[in-house]
């Protein structure tokens, strides 16, 4: 069948297809507007994660040197990137589902499969400025205008998606706090052990006071001292923040390592000092029997005085971190709800809807414009 003899058979019927067209467009219009689900997308844009140039506590110095091992060198969009991992876990689904209280709308029994298929409605996108642009697909039911109330699906998409947001923070903070909980916890443990060393040494050095009447030392003598109760303490502070990485970081960690090297060095600092090595203090050798006790006891006394405070401070700066209620994501517009179904597209759904019926109503003229035009060669050969 040629071209003319196509364009002849669209011209003789073309009021039939007309005709067919536009019931067919009349239809689907009615069909999008009256009985299909509209599904409406709320979106949420979300601000990077700062990095922090100070930290609260020993904890997030040592969750930033977690984070820092596993970014890559553009922290902005990596950073993102494990915001988006997040919002798209399991346990944030669960959170939505649970707070709104939305199982049996995704019609199952299983809590792990409907959070499933709302995670398969999320929408997130990183910007190359590592923005995070989340939104979430809302449906109504089947025939939405008799059915539904339009105005609560609108509201009820902002709604799930700013939950997600809530979710991603409150995984967040849940997280930090708990490395918080486990440092405060262990800092605990040392307070109470270096509290009772510390009641024990000054009981000691009161006694020894008391039965020798106190002596005095000459300011070299005290200089020594305070040296090496500096670096003592120093030691036991450095002995302290490799337990505390213990619980965030691998062994082999370059941070960790440096800390052992710096150990050792403050160690074989202090061996010099306790035999004379040092000539610029007055060897703990040289003392005098009863000097040597008092020097002894003096020591030890501000070791732990030093420690102690050193871990009082820590301490009260992750009691404080562990029970901040600060939020951890910043928004930048929250989700409002949308004016305008994403689905369907009810003109241009519509339109090539009606397209198609042209298209279709004119194929099947055509085709029995062929039967008929070979039904009547071959009736013209008989």
Request: glycine share 2%; charged share 25%.
């Amino acid at each position: 069948m040629d071209f003319h003899t196509i364009l002849h058979t669209i011209l003789v019927n073309w009021k039939r297809i007309i005709t067919i067209t536009v019931s067919s467009t009349l239809i689907l219009f009615l069909i999008f507007m009256f009985v299909y689900p509209h599904t409406y997308k709320s979106t949420v844009i979300i601000l990077p994660p700062e990095k922090s140039s100070s930290f609260m506590g020993l904890s997030s110095l040592l969750a930033q040197q977690n984070m820092t091992s596993l970014l890559s060198p553009s922290l902005s969009n990596a950073s993102s990137q494990l915001y988006a991992e997040i919002l798209k876990s399991r346990t944030a689904s669960m959170y939505v589902i649970n707070k709104l209280g939305i199982q049996k709308e995704y019609g199952e029994g299983d809590i792990n499969v409907a959070a499933n298929k709302l995670s398969k409605d999320l929408d997130i996108e990183i910007t190359k400025e590592g923005l995070i642009k989340v939104s979430v697909e809302y449906s109504s039911r089947y025939f939405p205008l008799m059915i539904d109330d339009l105005t609560k699906v609108k509201k009820k998409s902002a709604n799930l998606t700013n939950t997600f947001v809530e979710a991603l923070d409150n995984i967040n903070r849940e997280k930090l706090t708990s490395k918080s909980k486990k440092v405060r916890i262990f800092l605990e443990h040392q307070i109470a052990q270096t509290r009772t060393t510390l009641d024990s040494v000054e009981s000691a050095l009161q006694d020894f006071q008391k039965n020798n009447k106190t002596i005095s030392l000459p300011d070299q003598l005290k200089a020594s001292l305070e040296n090496a109760a500096k670096l003592k303490a120093e030691i036991a502070q450095t002995e302290i923040e490799l337990g505390l990485m213990k619980f965030n970081i691998k062994q082999d960690d370059k941070i960790y390592q440096s800390l052992l090297r710096k150990l050792e060095q403050l160690k074989q600092q202090y061996e010099n000092i306790e035999s004379g090595n040092a000539d610029y203090l007055l060897s703990f050798e040289r003392i005098p029997s009863l000097g040597k006790q008092l020097t002894s006891l003096l020591r030890e006394v501000k070791i732990q005085n030093e420690i102690y405070i050193f871990l009082q401070q820590q301490f009260y700066k992750e009691k404080i971190e562990e029970n901040r209620d600060l939020p951890t994501v910043d928004v930048l517009d929250p989700a409002i709800p949308p004016n305008r179904p994403v689905s369907p597209r009810l003109f241009f759904s519509t339109l090539l809807g009606s397209l198609f019926a042209f298209l279709i109503s004119s194929f099947i003229l055509l085709i029995k414009e062929n039967k008929i035009i070979a039904s009547h060669d071959k009736h013209i050969k008989k």
